[in-house]
């Protein structure tokens, strides 16, 4: 077997590291990663810059690389010009940090199984649900587990799992859900600061907000210590409307 | 009526002018655009860098800014810090190059008019059906058109319109279809280069490839010479792989 693991946290995060740790026996492991921190890029590529990628070594990975682009770029970067054949799996992570609810529309983590789905490889992405103190090892056991299944019994046509860990020790947590995306939205907010030369710039802060009455949702299951597993797809259509569009747009 | 305005190409392309321009009888315009151009950014935010802002003249508009972030951020600064009140509509465009099958995921435009969408105002993304020699007149009626539409009739819950026109003079249009996004990918070419310091980059290149034996998609409609009209959602769950992944992870 031929793994392929990227991130958005960068080539030197903890996340990787423990990843990689956890299905180096599993198959050949090929690191392609960001060089630095690009999370909340969502789905960005780079088409306008050149990509830069050197090698690095990363302990248990036959061959790991640091790339100066998003994480979409290193999983096509990988596929069609680092790797020598074709990786049957796809893990992006460990996200330190939830990617639950609307999260998952600005996801590095996410976006880089989103890609590995696009070009037809089961993918799985993997974060944890918190942002200080992770308890790396019950996300990697959980990534492992949800490996295995994968590699055995595949994934459904364009569809990658989202997996979101709860941050405790592992025999806390109390099982696996498969779950929807929550409906949430961030409240933001704007700080106005003023440079040295008088330039006006902001910080983009906010808070994630939960809309009321849901069930069966990812963030629901890591409130209830549950491990979280979203199928995902990248089909945007919203097909629960097209009835109505049709009949109002049939006289224009 | 009050209006945002944004897009990927940057504040200073023509494409925005365009629709400034036939808008602006509709209600007070405001203009919030990246400083340059940021195609492809997907659904990028910019959290871990301060985002400058700066008033510019942009014909025909109340107001406009150069932000120095992505589509996704000049809407949430707009509406959270820069407009004195919210904004009815959202329009993102006119982007130069289509917005139609999987490139949809990878579009700082759709993510513009997603962003309006997340915070509840009614949205719209507009791309023209070419990368050269655009006929902007067209795209510029086919969004007044629709932006009136959207004005008096509201969108479902959660869902913006993912509008692509034809590169043609207006009596050319075949008229408008309701569509799904097309199944497609891209297979990238990337292109191994050496700097005079002798490290390695590339240039990602690629080609979009449809899927064969699909009917109803926007790429299909602007074959048609038809404007296509998507509703789009930022729900990612894959509704239909739900059954088959609540019976394969009962065990676990």
């Known amino acids: 077997m031929h793994l392929l693991i990227c991130n958005d946290d960068g080539i030197h995060a903890p996340g990787i590291a423990a990843l990689v740790d956890a299905l180096k026996d599993l198959g050949t492991i090929t690191v392609a990663a960001p060089d630095g921190e690009r999370s909340a890029v969502g789905h960005a590529i780079t088409i306008s810059d050149p990509i830069k990628c050197r090698p690095v070594e990363l302990a248990g ?8 682009g998003t994480p979409a770029d290193c999983v096509k970067l990988a596929v069609y010009g680092l790797m020598e054949r074709r990786p049957d799996l796809v893990v992006s992570g460990i996200n330190l940090g939830p990617n639950a609810g609307i999260s998952v529309i600005y996801s590095g983590t996410v976006s880089g199984a989103t890609e590995g789905t696009i070009l037809g490889i089961p993918s799985i992405a993997v974060s944890i649900n918190t942002f200080r103190d992770p308890v790396w090892a019950t996300a990697a056991q959980v990534a492992r587990v949800v490996a295995e299944r994968v590699l055995q019994n595949g994934l459904p046509d364009e569809t990658l799992l989202n997996v979101n860990v ?19 939205r961030f409240t933001e907010v704007f700080h106005r600061r003023m440079d ?44 629960s409307a097209l009835p109505r569009f049709a009949s109002d747009w049939k006289d224009v």
Not at 61 to 68: F, K, L, N, P, T
Not at 170 to 182: A, E, F, S
């Open 61 to 68: 990975a036959a061959q790991s690389y640091a790339i100066s």
């Open 196 to 239: 040295p030369r008088g330039n006006v710039y902001y910080w983009m802060d906010g808070e994630m907000e939960l809309e009321k009455g849901q069930s069966d949702t990812d963030v629901q299951a890591l409130e209830a210590d549950c491990v979280s597993l979203t199928p995902i797809w990248f089909d945007l259509t919203n097909y």
């Open 166 to 184: 709860p941050n405790l020790p592992l025999p806390d947590v109390k099982g696996y859900r498969v779950t929807r995306m929550g409906r949430s």
